[in-house]
């Protein structure tokens, strides 16, 4: 199956910096999602994202299908911004949504 | 709006008992997902239900059943409980929403352990 591997694992920000997350992914794919996990469990979908950028406020992402990666940017940090974030993708068809998961990377932001 | 509703929140089973986890969606989503995550791990599919009336294996479907019992619900059982089963569960649904992308949203999510 197809494996994701997300780098950096761990990344501590003061209140106010940039991050750059990084997701690649094995083969091709027509669903590619991230999403960030918050201290409580919960987990929020982020982006859909299997090409192209798109942006949401602080937060953007970029995914370059033909290379096989994503990126997500996280501009001027807020400890709200700290949790698990996880990129996740799925195939064509009938596996469109079944998603295959990164093992994340923890961001811990500081005030 | 609930979204999707997960229950129990938290259980402790003894190993050999079975549980059902319950799952249910009010979306109108035709797609549900279980999965499961471990500490220091991503999650990881156990069963999925494309449409209402299928379901099928995702990567780690050993131990485990699942039902479609319509649209909205989708429960997954385990028929007899073991340490390597402690987990956190999550239920999701998902809905192919044309231009705007997919929408993929979880449940809060069942802390249980198997002692």
């Known amino acids: 199956g197809i494996q994701v591997e997300q780098s950096p694992p761990d990344l501590i920000l003061q209140e106010g910096a940039n991050s750059t997350l990084r997701c690649n992914f094995s083969d091709s794919v027509n669903n590619l999602q991230w999403f960030h996990q918050n201290p409580w469990g919960q987990l929020i979908n982020l982006f859909y994202i299997p090409s192209g950028t798109k942006q949401n406020g602080r937060l953007s992402a970029t995914t370059v299908a033909t290379e096989r990666y994503s990126l997500l940017y996280i501009s001027s940090s807020q400890t709200t911004d700290s949790g698990v974030y996880f990129c996740a993708v799925g195939g064509g068809g009938t596996s469109y949504g079944k998603l295959t998961f990164g093992q994340g990377t923890i961001l811990t932001v500081h005030p | 709006n609930a979204g999707v509703t997960q229950t129990p929140k938290f259980q402790v089973l003894k190993t050999g008992q079975s549980m059902t986890l319950q799952c249910a969606q009010d979306m109108n989503h035709n797609s549900m997902y279980w999965y499961r995550q471990d500490p220091g791990m991503g999650l990881r599919l156990i069963y999925y239900?494309?449409?209402?009336?299928?379901?099928d294996k995702g990567e780690v479907p050993n131990g485990y059943n699942v039902s479609r019992l319509n649209k909205r619900e989708f429960s997954l059982r385990l028929e007899s409980a073991a340490p390597s089963q402690t987990s956190v569960y999550f239920c999701?649904?998902?809905?192919?929403?044309?231009?705007?992308?997919?929408?993929?949203?979880f449940g809060s999510g069942t802390r249980l352990t198997v002692v």
């Open positions: 999701a649904s998902s809905e192919a929403l044309g231009r705007q992308g997919y929408g993929y949203t």
């Open positions: 239900s494309a449409s209402e009336g299928t379901t």
